[in-house]
């Protein structure tokens, strides 16, 4: 089974404050994504990374970057957190379409509920 | 960029009978997809199916597709209490690896 395990399940930071959220799949998928959940939002993608090194933006990247020095990592960087990033942080892998039996299926992290203070 | 609709936003059911959920979407998709979500954890893949599938099964899950109408159902058949989830539709195009995900629909079965 695909595990993608996300560092912390809950997190508390202040205003300001330079934050990490790491994500690790074990499957050698080529994609992984960052998401973020709020009520009555869904699900809205912050970045994606398609290989190691690359990056592109979702629909609401502002304020946040991405690292992925590995495949199986890729960060979540929030530089200087504010209030309204109090959310939760959805971790995905997947594999790229076209290759052996994948259709890009997304498998999720546990997720990371951060809050700022 | 939101694509999927679900509809209901919400739904309680007794166990036991079926629940009946539904997704419309905009643009053409390669495929649709059902995930589910159990209160305060990650999403869970359900069911795929193509854009030349209409009807697709796994267990007590039924999905359809319509193209021609852009819409998608999931139907739970014999619901038990570990259904309580949201549950959410999301559509893959032909163009990249990203899917788009509905706003979901909380599915609540009431003993």
């Known amino acids: 089974d695909v595990k993608v395990t996300q560092s912390s399940r809950y997190l508390v930071k202040r205003t300001g404050e330079k934050v990490f959220l790491e994500c690790v799949q074990d499957m050698d998928h080529e994609n992984m994504f960052w998401y973020r959940q709020d009520p009555g939002l869904g699900l809205r993608l912050i970045y994606f990374s398609y290989d190691v090194k690359m990056k592109e933006k979702g629909d609401i990247p502002e304020g946040y970057s991405v690292s992925r020095e590995k495949k199986e990592r890729f960060s979540l960087i929030l530089e200087s957190a504010s209030t309204n990033q109090t959310s939760m942080y959805l971790c995905a892998s997947s594999l790229t379409p076209g290759l052996a039996f994948s259709y890009n299926e997304q498998f999720f992290g546990p997720g990371t509920r951060l809050t700022v203070l | 960029s939101q694509q999927g609709e679900e509809d209901p936003q919400a739904l309680s059911i007794q166990e036991g009978e079926n629940a009946t959920m539904n997704c419309s979407y905009k643009?053409?998709?390669?495929?649709l997809q059902w995930y589910r979500q159990n209160s305060g954890r990650g999403l869970v893949h359900l069911i795929l199916?193509?854009?030349?599938?209409r009807e697709k099964h796994s267990g007590r899950l039924r999905v359809t597709l319509d193209t021609s109408k852009k819409s998608s159902s999931l139907l739970i058949t014999a619901s038990r209490a570990a259904d309580t989830a949201s549950y959410f539709c999301a559509t893959a195009s032909n163009r990249d690896d990203k899917i788009i995900f509905g706003k979901g629909t909380r599915l609540h079965i009431l003993p």
């Open positions: 643009t053409s998709i390669n495929n």
């Open positions: 199916i193509r854009s030349n599938e």
